[in-house]
């Protein structure tokens, strides 16, 4: 059975260890389909006061963090599974947005991944020269620090793990898992404050419901994702209906 294994590098274990301990992940680590070890970058330094950063060269304003306790960490990990392949991620603003397909991969990745949490201004910019093989973002805005992003990216790789979700389906019916936008979901009360659920939907006829949920997925992102519909894996019959629902918003 497959097993997704992270090694997360952090100045704030904290942030990332209650997370870690609830919902899906934490019956995923209890599966042994997700094993995830959280490394105190601070263990790694060399003064009493632990001092992981330092003034930038050139005066500008802002901390940087040392190269020293990372790359420290970094051998302290390396060591302690030896033989063993590693992906070396730097979570960053300036990495590649982390998408659906990026997930999947790292959900294949028999490496063990080291996910470095980078805080303060910067990191030394030796440690992405000598330690990291890629650098992800998970958008285009700038966090307190990694350790957000690297809850994102175990989580939406880890459910992609054959086991991890209760149905196996079902991470490929989310958005995204065909390239296109989730359908919309309906539970009990049939009517609820004067809305009521699509007849379709209470039909028993599941040929119809999936057409149902196939044109609302399409819907979606037509209005939401445009952008989405350029990659996605479209039937002719999708094209219909892409058609159909471009008349109906009057879009061209």
């Not at 949490?117 to 093989?133: F, P, Q, S």
């Not at 700038?142 to 991890?164: H, K, P, Y």
Request: glycine share 8%.
């Amino acid at each position: 059975m497959t097993k997704l294994r992270f090694d997360v590098l952090t100045l704030f274990p904290g942030i990332l260890a209650g997370p870690l301990s609830e919902s899906i992940l934490k019956r995923a680590r209890e599966k042994d389909l997700l094993d995830v070890r959280l490394w105190n970058i601070r263990d790694f330094t060399a003064d009493k006061h632990r001092t992981a950063d330092d003034s930038p060269y050139g005066g500008e304003a802002g901390m940087v963090m040392k190269p020293e306790p990372v790359f420290a960490a970094v051998d302290a990990v390396k060591a302690e599974h030896p033989g063993e392949g590693f992906l070396t991620i730097l979570l960053s603003p300036q990495g590649r947005v982390f998408d659906h397909p990026a997930a999947e991969r790292l959900s294949r990745e028999r490496r063990r991944i080291i996910l470095l949490c980078g805080h303060y201004e910067a990191i030394d910019e030796r440690v992405k020269e000598t330690l990291v093989d890629e650098e992800l973002s998970i958008g285009d805005y700038v966090l307190t620090g990694g350790e957000l992003a690297a809850l994102v990216v175990i989580d939406a790789a880890a459910r992609l793990v054959s086991g991890v979700l209760g149905d196996e389906e079902s991470a490929y019916r989310d958005s995204f898992g065909d390239g296109l936008l989730d359908h919309p979901h309906y539970t009990r009360p049939a009517e609820f404050r004067g809305r009521k659920v699509p007849e379709v939907l209470l039909s028993g006829n599941h040929d119809a419901i999936m057409r149902w949920r196939r044109k609302e997925s399409l819907r979606a992102t037509l209005l939401k994702r445009p952008d989405l519909l350029r990659t996605a894996e479209l039937t002719k019959e999708d094209l219909r209906v892409l058609d159909e629902l471009k008349k109906e918003h009057n879009l061209h």
